[in-house]
């Protein structure tokens, strides 16, 4: 099984709100992902978790914060987003960081902030 | 830095044509080299990759070699179906340094194959 699972699938979202985007996996992998990706774009790395520690955050604003509360799980928290960070949000997963594992993406949250 | 360039869509081509698609990198060290598809509205699912000078690979009748000569990675197809029509990402990580790990994606190809 190669499946990274997202809820929800499509988020609307008013400024002052807080919502959360969650994603899972249970296929062993150590190292996950976020990627935000505007439309014909290609994705651009967030943040990056290695063994449930933040790996790397690249220079995301607060208003994003990220959370794995174990292997398998990591969230997107969301206040006061603007809306520009509209975007699909996807998350991945691989065995490691190790640069010969492919990560495997899951299928998005199409984010829509008004 | 590292850095992918991929050939410019969108690729219009008729259904059983050869496809190829280029794709160039800059990379400092020893990069492994990957294909992406996503399909209208979904994530992106991994088509091939390689992982060493001369590796070769292939899915799906794809198939694309890591030539470190070129520093290339083009993507090809002997005959291309309508359901091949998505967006094409070339990609690659790196060892070391901060970025470990990262994935550098190119642009993106929009690839559309007619009846």
């Known amino acids: 099984d190669t499946e990274v699972t997202q809820t929800p699938k499509h988020l609307v979202m008013g400024m002052t709100n807080k919502k959360s985007l969650k994603c899972e996996q249970h296929?062993?992998?150590?190292?996950m992902y976020w990627y935000k990706q505007k439309a014909k774009k290609p994705p651009e790395l967030m943040f990056v978790?290695?063994?449930?520690?933040?790996?790397i955050n690249e220079s995301v604003p607060s208003r994003f914060s990220p959370e794995c509360p174990n292997s398998s799980l990591l969230n997107l928290h969301l206040h006061a987003l603007q809306p520009e960070d509209s975007a699909l949000y996807l998350c991945?997963?691989?065995?490691?960081?190790?640069?010969?594992?492919?990560?495997?993406f899951g299928p998005g949250t199409r984010l829509t902030v008004t | 830095g590292n850095s992918v360039t991929q050939m410019e869509g969108p690729v219009t081509l008729s259904e059983e044509a050869f496809l190829t698609i280029n794709c160039t990198y800059t990379?400092?060290?020893?990069?492994?080299l990957f294909w992406y598809v996503q399909y209208p509205g979904e994530g992106l699912q991994l088509l091939l990759k390689?992982?060493?000078?001369?590796d070769k690979g292939s899915n799906k009748g794809f198939e694309a070699t890591y030539r470190k000569e070129t520093t290339s990675f083009h993507l090809e197809k002997g005959s291309v179906q309508v359901s091949d029509s998505a967006v094409y990402f070339c990609?690659?990580?790196?060892?070391?340094?901060?970025?470990?790990?990262?994935?550098?994606f190119g642009q993106g190809t929009i690839l559309t194959v007619h009846p």
């Open positions: 991945a997963s691989s065995q490691s960081r190790r640069t010969s594992y492919e990560q495997y």
């Open positions: 296929m062993g992998h150590r190292a």
């Open positions: 978790y290695s063994y449930e520690k933040l790996s």
């Open positions: 990379a400092t060290g020893y990069p492994s």
């Open positions: 390689a992982t060493k000078a001369d």
């Open positions: 990609a690659l990580r790196i060892a070391g340094g901060t970025s470990y790990g990262k994935l550098t």
